[in-house]
């Protein structure tokens, strides 16, 4: 049985299908991409698998249980984790402190009750941050680390709940060809250590070619393309709604940094 299967999954926002009955599975232990042009509703399936919109139809089965109609908190403690940019982390707390407040919320702590703050399990959060390559910078303030280190934070954070399945939206953005590479390896490096999924969106095609088990394609809120990546590159529907148009987003957005 498939960790995560999503059976007709649909979203309309007024007359807009943003999703349109999409159907796939997702098995312990792989890497799946979800991609797709502008609009295509990824983002919109991701935030129902994660609770945080509620989908118009269909079902999303997390190990047997049915995840449509939760709130995100339980959806989070049946094992659905996230990756939280930048910003949401607490850049003038140490690494190991950011890792000891997501294992205080993994507990149902509140901050008011952590008497001995710099004690709360840290020797858990420090092993956290061993998995991830950070443990010799555990005592520096985020504020401080390197972009690619900040995001290795980030990813201990997101598996200190131990999630089945951890959701990953652009997990690159932003970042150098060799610090992509690096967070992909590390990505890849949990998964198969932690029996771990993850669904993750990615603008990259080197990324997705590079580290991705399968890819399933959106486009216009229908699934019109699944399959090993490399198998797909030619498939001429993937080639038409993506690659056909001659523009890889990476290309979409350098021209917007171009001056008219
Ligand atoms: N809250 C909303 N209200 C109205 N329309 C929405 C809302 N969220 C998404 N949409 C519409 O639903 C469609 C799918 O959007 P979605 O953000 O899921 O696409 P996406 O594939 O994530 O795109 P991008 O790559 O640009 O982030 C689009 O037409 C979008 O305009």
Redesign the pocket.
Same mark, same amino acid.
């Given at each position: 049985m498939s960790l995560l299967k999503v059976s007709g999954l649909g979203k309309s926002? %007024?007359g807009?299908r /943003?999703?349109d009955g999409i159907n796939f599975e997702l098995p312990a232990g792989e890497l799946l991409a979800l991609i %797709?042009? @502008? %609009? /295509? %509703?990824?983002?919109?399936? $991701? @935030?129902m698998v994660n609770g945080q919109l509620r989908a118009d139809s269909g079902s999303i089965m997390l190990n047997g249980n049915e995840l449509v109609g939760l709130p995100p908190r339980s959806i989070w403690k049946l094992g659905v984790g996230r990756t939280f940019q930048i910003a949401e982390t607490f850049a003038s707390l140490t690494a190991v402190e950011n890792v000891q407040m997501a294992l205080l919320s993994a507990d149902n702590k509140l901050l008011s009750t952590w008497r001995r703050a710099s004690a709360y399990k840290r020797n858990q959060a420090i092993d956290l941050l061993d998995q991830v390559g950070m443990a010799a910078q555990a005592d520096r303030p985020c504020s401080v680390l390197a972009y690619g280190d900040v995001k290795r934070v980030e990813l201990a954070i997101a598996i200190a709940n131990d999630p089945k399945l951890l959701l990953m939206d652009e997990p690159t953005a932003g970042m150098a060809p060799k610090e992509r590479n690096d967070l992909m390896a590390l990505t890849k490096k949990l998964v198969i250590e932690r029996g771990m999924a993850v669904l993750f969106?990615e603008?990259s095609m080197d990324v997705v070619f590079a580290y991705a088990d399968r890819m399933i394609v959106?486009a216009r809120?229908r699934l019109i393309a699944e399959g090993k990546p490399l198998e797909l590159r030619d498939d001429p529907k993937v080639q038409e709604v993506y690659f056909g148009s001659g523009k890889t $987003?990476e290309k979409k957005k350098a021209a917007v940094k171009e001056p008219a």
């Open positions: 926002f %007024g807009v /943003a999703v %797709g042009p @502008n %609009g /295509a %509703g990824k983002s919109t399936t $991701f @935030n969106t603008h959106l809120g $987003f």
